[in-house]
T-cell receptor, first 113, second 116 residues
């Protein structure tokens, strides 16, 4: 069974550009999470979806960040405009239910120059 | 707020030996879950082991086992017969159970080096 799929695996962009990260959760999982990992702050939850509906976006840093889940098999995290401080590894994770174990994708390493 | 503390930023072990990684947490909840995730150089976050707080028996997965001490709020990971492929960053994580609790709280991680 395929795990969580993320694309791209690496992204290098210039400050001010729009960045879109993509995630395909494990089939049948109804909970999806976006995390950001930095050296300074460790792993932080950005947003949580349940049955495609955003439940908790309190971790989204600011209005430059937005996330969508148009259907059960696809989610995007968008940064517009991007800034150098957004450089980090972004993980998507999914779980069968919000109470179940979260399984992580391979992450997207973002570098904003 | 719940916190997870990993007091060992780095650890090293000889191949085939045993190593224990420490984790403590702070919570006022009585029921919760604890996890160890492994992050190798590929950056993939891989679930190693999971423990339900209501279970007294320590979880075991092949060479990986935990020592869960609920009263002490301690959750250490023991890796037996260490292999080169065990080299990674290890994260301890906590999640309350019940209600609408979904948030994983992670420790800062312990970087494990395995020496041949």
């Amino acid at each position: 069974d395929a795990g969580v799929i993320q694309s791209p695996r690496h992204e290098v962009t210039e400050m001010g550009q729009e960045v879109t990260l993509r995630c395909k959760p494990i089939s049948g999982h109804n909970s999806l999470f976006w995390y950001r990992q930095t050296m300074m702050r460790g792993l932080e939850l950005l947003i949580y979806f349940n049955n495609n509906v955003p439940i908790d976006d309190s971790g989204m840093p600011e209005d430059r960040f937005s996330a969508k889940m148009p259907n059960a098999s696809f989610s995007t995290l968008k940064i517009q405009p991007s800034e150098p401080r957004d450089s980090a590894v972004y993980f998507c994770a999914s779980s069968l239910d919000y109470r179940e174990t979260q399984y992580f994708g391979p992450g997207t390493r973002l570098l904003v120059l | 707020a719940q916190t997870v503390t990993q007091s060992q930023p780095e650890m090293s072990v000889q191949e085939a030996e045993t190593v224990t990684l420490s984790c403590t947490y702070d919570t006022s909840e009585s029921d919760y879950y604890l996890f160890w995730y492994k992050q190798p150089p590929s950056r993939q976050m891989i679930l190693v082991i999971r423990q339900e707080a209501y279970k007294q028996q320590n979880a075991t997965e092949n060479r990986f086992s935990v020592n869960f001490q609920k009263a002490a709020k301690s959750f250490s990971l023991k890796i037996s017969d260490s292999q080169l492929g065990d080299a990674a960053m290890y994260f301890c994580a906590y999640r309350a159970s019940g209600g609408s609790n979904y948030k994983l709280t992670f420790g800062k991680g312990t970087l494990l080096t395995v020496n041949p």
